[in-house]
């Protein structure tokens, strides 16, 4: 990972900062404690794995700032160019963005949520922040954290460094294809021991087909006899089923005939009621002929008479609507005349109202003369109220701000009197509270030793919780040697056993001190565990007291806010009675000017004065709204001559018109009565009327005449319909003669077929009784029969079941022999695979590869610690110790695999802890460079990119020589190393820096180059 460009917003100490990477090599980053630094490298750890030195995520925001912002650009081995934009607000998540360069610019590779982005970003740089943290980058304060690491965890980070998580993925894998394996060749055995079983029933199979075969020819036979007895005696059963069909058949015509005869009967009778019927009417044809005739003639006469009755109604309609015409018009002209005489009263009316307007014009004249002089002295007054109003409103603003002062005076007063009553109660209260004051310090004392205590109960906690948690981590590793072991133990007690470590054949010695080691070592493993399974118990029983003690002093502490919180309401109330006299002597003083001056008006002098001034000029100019108020109302009191003087002049133009009109009205009603009189007897309507009357009597239409022929009519119109039924009856009488010679032929015919069938039904039934029935025995045969095909079906089934189960035989065998083959296949594959999960394990290749890497690096730090301590101090990384088993020696000790670091100065070998800070962080410095530059080595590009975070300030002038040499021997072999430090003498020996300063507005930088 090689940094191009890091813009920063609102991060740590910065606000808005960009910095250029491009072309720097080797540079030093610059400036006084606390300015800003190692914010800079932090800004690229949050970025890229959102890991910072903050306590919290909200913590990397700038003080005063809602969000936070960091852009970085870098580059990998392969020289592709990545962007990532980690941004965050205050109490909200983050976001995440991973782009990557294109010819068209960055293309995002975002993936859903910060948590895919950020598998992504590790995907693309192959390295995590621990393994960053512990090899490339020397943070501020953790320069010794590969150091400090147990040794196991130092071995998983080598192992990681040298990508070695492969090997554990292909182990698991390995492990999962040996179970797959395994469960697969325990089936295959289950199953071929089943197929075993299963092929073992062959022979008694073919003897149990053989006799079902037998048997099942016997069957047939016997179902062939049984079959031909069925078949003669369903031959008779058919015949007699024809003969008594047939005798249905018979039975069925003699039946159809009998009823042909009956209705034939029936019909014969019928036709000769009807000629009897038709010969006696036949019998009466003249008395019908001449009363038909008669009823013809008054028909005809009927007829001529209503044709005149139809004549006469028509003219009679007629009549009638020329009568409500004339009426009409007659009406119209009555109605014209009402409006006339009515209009001609009506101006009469108005005549004599206009009279007596005209008579009051003397008095209306004398109003008019008092109307004016009332409004002669309503204007002069209205003139006096427009010079007044002003002086009114500006009197009651006075009065009104000299009643407010007022006001305020009293309410002044009244809040003195209420301070002074409660000063006086706080000048009571004051021992009370001194004594409250005192017992609650007393409290809050007892509580704060308390507090103290429950702070070193917590400590302790901790303490204990972190014992348990490395407790924990040994118990881990216990029981994955244990698990180790017992694998091995297995492995030897397959036949052929082979070495676990060197893979070769084990002759019978070499295999019994394998196992006695092996057992040796998983006893001595079971003990440690037991003693570190004692040690947590022992550990969680001190945590359950110490919960326990901590739960009871909390309860105790719970009052103890409350308490500070009285402690300062007291003392404040004590302040605030120390000065109670002076306060309650002041009140008073102001108190009695107060009511002095309410009593003799000393208040608002100029307000008052400019008030007497106003009413005076009130005074002089004598205004009364009382006056004002009865000058409008005789006005209104004589407006009414004004009405009455317009109403004069209106009487006055009416009584002209009235003359004018009343002679056209008088003339218009003479002229209607005339016409009313002339209407009536000789307009067109009226000599219409009596043509009309003069028509009708001329038809001598007699509506009693007419009346008795319809009644004559109607008596004689039955010889109409007698006279229809003689036609009737002429007609039909040959006809049903005819009907009823031939009913009497068919009749005959039908007896003597009757006769026929009644034999034939005779014969048939003899045949019937001297046939015996056979349907008894053929239904027992048919039951015999469907017993033996049931047999034969469940024989053929069975038989069937045989069959198909030696194919199966045959089929299962070949699959057994399939099956063994198999079984020596899986069990070669899973025998295969165990052994390469034991080569993928943590005691395999990677030990291997971990121990083939420990000599380079070794000699690496070894050459870098030399140049660094004129040759005074030398590493030593041992991967094997032997075991602490209480119960062995020197000779059988076992060794068990480990990563430790031995010191060894001038004085020999001896502890880290025991270095001073300066040798101590080159050593650590050593080692870390030595692995960066053995992984850059190893991977090319895998890390491209160093950074030393504050190591000078622990070395003398002559070390810190030495770490820039250092430094500049393996800067060949990264693209971009950083160096951090604080003091200024250092940073003329790098020829580019970054100077950073701290400013009001936040950290800014500065690039020398």
């Not at 540079?27 to 750890?45: H, M, P, Q, V, Y």
């Not at 070193?456 to 040994?474: D, P, S």
């Not at 075991?883 to 670091?901: C, E, M, Y």
């Not at 080159?922 to 975070?949: E, H, T, Y």
């Amino acid at each position: 990972m090689i940094p191009v460009q890091l813009i920063l917003k609102n991060f740590l100490s910065y606000r808005d900062t960009t910095l250029d990477f491009r072309g720097l090599h080797t540079a030093c980053i610059c400036g006084a404690n606390g300015a800003g630094k190692s914010s800079l490298l932090e800004a690229i750890t949050w970025a890229i794995w959102g890991e910072s030195r903050a306590a919290s995520e909200d913590d990397v925001i700038h003080t005063g700032t809602k969000e936070v912002r960091v852009d970085f650009t870098f580059k990998t081995s392969g020289q592709q160019t990545y962007r990532v934009i980690r941004t965050r607000a205050r109490g909200g998540s983050s976001v995440l963005e991973f782009q990557i360069e294109t010819p068209n610019g960055f293309r995002s590779l975002t993936g859903k949520g910060v948590r895919a982005t950020q598998d992504l970003i590790l995907q693309h740089i192959k390295l995590d922040y621990d393994t960053f943290i512990n090899s490339a980058y020397l943070r501020q304060g953790r320069a010794d954290e590969f150091m400090l690491k147990r040794p196991s965890e130092r071995k998983e980070i080598l192992a990681e460094l040298l990508k070695l998580n492969q090997y554990d993925e292909l182990e698991e894998r390995a492990k999962e294809l040996s179970r797959q394996f395994k469960a697969k060749a325990e089936e295959l055995e289950r199953s071929i021991e089943s197929m075993k079983s299963q092929l073992q029933q062959r022979d008694a199979i073919t003897q149990k087909r053989t006799e079902l075969e037998n048997e099942l020819e016997r069957l047939q036979q016997v179902q062939a006899f049984e079959n031909v007895q069925l078949q003669s005696l369903q031959v008779v059963q058919h015949q007699r089923q024809n003969w008594e069909e047939q005798l249905n058949f018979v039975r069925q015509q003699y039946q159809n005939l009998t009823g042909d005869c009956d209705r034939l009967e029936q019909e014969r009778a019928n036709s000769r009621s009807q000629l009897s019927s038709l010969e006696e009417l036949l019998t009466q044809e003249s008395q019908i002929k001449a009363g038909y005739a008669q009823f013809q003639s008054l028909q005809t006469q009927e007829e001529a008479m209503s044709a005149k009755f139809a004549e006469y109604t028509r003219a009679l309609t007629t009549r009638q609507q020329k009568q409500q015409q004339l009426n009409k018009q007659i009406h119209d002209l009555e109605r014209q005349l009402q409006q006339a005489q009515a209009q001609l009263e009506a101006l009469q009316q108005q005549q004599q109202e206009i009279q007596q307007t005209l008579s009051k014009s003397g008095e209306v004249e004398a109003a008019l003369a008092q109307l004016a002089a009332a409004r002669q002295h309503l204007a002069q007054l209205d003139q006096l109220q427009m010079q007044v109003a002003p002086l009114l409103q500006q009197r009651a603003t006075l009065q009104s701000q000299i009643d407010k002062t007022h006001a305020g005076l009293v309410a002044r007063l009244e809040q003195l009197e209420a301070t002074q009553n409660q000063l006086q109660l706080s000048r009571r209260r004051q021992p009370q509270l001194q004594q409250a004051v005192m017992e609650v310090a007393v409290q809050i004392e007892e509580l704060e030793k308390k507090r103290v205590y429950l702070q070193r109960v917590q400590e302790k906690g901790q303490e204990r919780r972190h014992f348990i948690e490395r407790l924990q981590a040994h118990q881990r590793d216990f029981e994955r040697l244990l698990g180790e072991l017992e694998q091995k133990l297995q492995m030897l007690q397959t036949p052929n056993a082979i070495c676990p470590l060197c893979e070769r054949p084990l002759d019978e010695h070499h295999w019994n001190r394998v196992v006695d080691k092996t057992k040796t070592e998983y006893k001595d493993t079971e003990e440690q565990l037991w003693v570190v399974r004692e040690q947590m118990a022992v550990s969680d029983r001190e945590i359950q007291v110490l919960r326990q003690e901590y739960r009871e002093i909390s309860q105790l502490l719970s009052p103890y806010d409350g308490l500070r919180e009285q402690r300062g309401q007291l003392a404040a109330q004590l302040q605030a009675t120390t000065d109670v006299e002076q306060q309650i002597q002041h009140i008073a003083t102001e108190k009695q000017q107060l009511e002095r001056s309410l009593q003799i008006g000393d208040y608002a002098h100029n307000k008052q004065a400019e008030l007497r001034e106003l009413e005076q000029y009130l005074q002089q100019l004598n205004y009364n709204e009382q006056d004002h108020a009865l000058a409008r109302n005789e006005v209104e009191r004589w407006r009414w001559a004004e009405i009455k003087q317009g109403q004069i002049k209106d009487a006055t133009k009416r009584e002209a018109q009235i003359a004018a009109r009343q002679p056209e009205l008088e003339a218009q009603i003479v002229q209607l009565q005339a016409t009313i009189g002339q209407a009536a007897s000789d307009s067109e309507c009226a000599q219409e009327i009596v043509a009309l009357d003069r028509y009708i009597s001329e038809l001598g239409y007699d509506t009693e005449q007419h009346n008795n022929l319809r009644a004559s009519v109607r008596q004689a119109q039955a010889w109409q319909l007698r006279h229809q039924q003689l036609q009737t009856a002429q007609q039909q009488y040959p006809q049903i003669q005819t009907r009823a010679q031939e009913l009497q032929v068919a009749l005959q015919a039908r007896w003597v077929e009757r006769q026929k069938l009644k034999h034939q039904i005779d014969s048939i039934v003899h045949q019937l009784q001297e046939t015996a029935n056979p349907i008894a025995q053929i239904q027992t045969l048919e039951q015999q029969l469907a017993i033996r095909r049931r047999q034969l079906d469940e024989q053929l089934a069975q038989v069937g079941r045989l069959e198909q189960m030696a194919h199966q035989l045959e089929v299962l065998k070949h699959q057994y022999e399939q099956q063994q083959q198999q079984l020596q296949e899986v069990k070669h594959q899973y025998r295969t695979y165990q052994e390469l999960a034991q080569a993928f394990g943590k005691n395999g290749i990677q030990t291997l590869m971990i121990e083939n890497v420990l000599p380079q690096l070794e000699a690496e730090t070894n050459q870098l610690l030399s140049r660094l301590s004129a040759n005074q101090l030398h590493v030593q990384f041992v991967t094997q110790k032997a075991g602490r088993s209480g119960k062995s020696t020197k000779k059988n000790s076992k060794l068990i695999d480990t990563l430790d670091i031995l010191i060894a100065d001038a004085r020999g070998t001896r502890a880290y802890e025991t270095y001073s800070g300066g040798e101590a962080f080159r050593i650590n410095f050593a080692i870390r460079l030595a692995l960066a530059k053995l992984l850059a080595q190893r991977a090319g590009a895998a890390l491209q990119m160093l950074i030393v975070d504050e190591g000078f300030g622990t070395q003398d002038h002559e070390g810190c020589d030495r770490l820039i040499a250092a430094i500049n021997a393996i800067a060949p072999d990264f693209a971009c190393i950083l160096t951090v430090t604080h003091m200024p003498h250092l940073k003329e020996a790098f020829a580019a820096r970054i100077e950073v300063n701290k400013t009001q507005q936040g950290s800014q930088l500065r690039l020398l180059v």
